[in-house]
């Protein structure tokens, strides 16, 4: 009972190590062009699925956008994706955004992520720190069904607002986990 117990979290572990490198090649190094038009097709299909999100972005200072990110995980896991800095109707910057996590988590999913940055001081929080950790710096609300629902612009009180769409994959676990968002050097 031990040696199959063993060889089926070994399997796992290899399964998911395989489908972990090979998923996060497919996310990384795309060209600034392609990154360009992803961010805003992902901003639109965002604002298709929460109205709030294009309502705050009328008021936000700017917005970091990473439509693909790819996350895969069993017991230790991670995420990478690259994004853009959008301010106006430009994109000013490029980033990367990289998870690391540990815990009981298993599977593999993809999803976008928008932050929509309501200050200045966050703004320039990210633009000059050498690499922004979310939970320290700016504060960070994300915003699901319920918060949506109650947000609006008057209620804004926060420097920052994250909005995780178009998921796909299945992800299962609990897990500690932590996100570093890095300006790529051109």
Do not use: C
């Amino acid at each position: 009972m031990y040696n199959i117990r063993r060889d089926f979290f070994a399997i796992m572990f290899m399964t998911t190590a395989f489908l972990s490198i090979g998923v996060i090649n497919q996310a990384t190094a795309a060209s600034t062009e392609n990154l360009d038009k992803d961010s805003w097709q992902a901003l639109k299909t965002l604002y298709k699925t929460e109205p709030v999100a294009e309502q705050l972005s009328h008021t936000a200072k700017a917005i970091l956008v990473f439509p693909n990110m790819v996350k895969a995980g069993f017991v230790f896991g991670g995420s990478y994706g690259e994004g853009t800095l959008i301010k106006g109707s430009s994109v000013v910057d490029y980033y990367n955004s990289v998870t690391g996590s540990w815990g009981l988590q298993i599977g593999a999913q993809t999803y976008g992520y928008a932050v929509l940055l309501m200050t200045d001081e966050a703004v320039r929080y990210v633009e000059d720190t050498n690499g922004w950790e979310m939970g320290i710096g700016p504060t960070v609300v994300l915003v699901d069904e319920g918060i949506a629902k109650n947000l609006s612009s008057s209620s804004l009180q926060h420097d920052a607002y994250a909005f995780i769409f178009s998921q796909q994959g299945l992800m299962a676990g609990i897990s500690l986990e932590g996100t570093k968002i890095t300006k790529i050097k051109q």
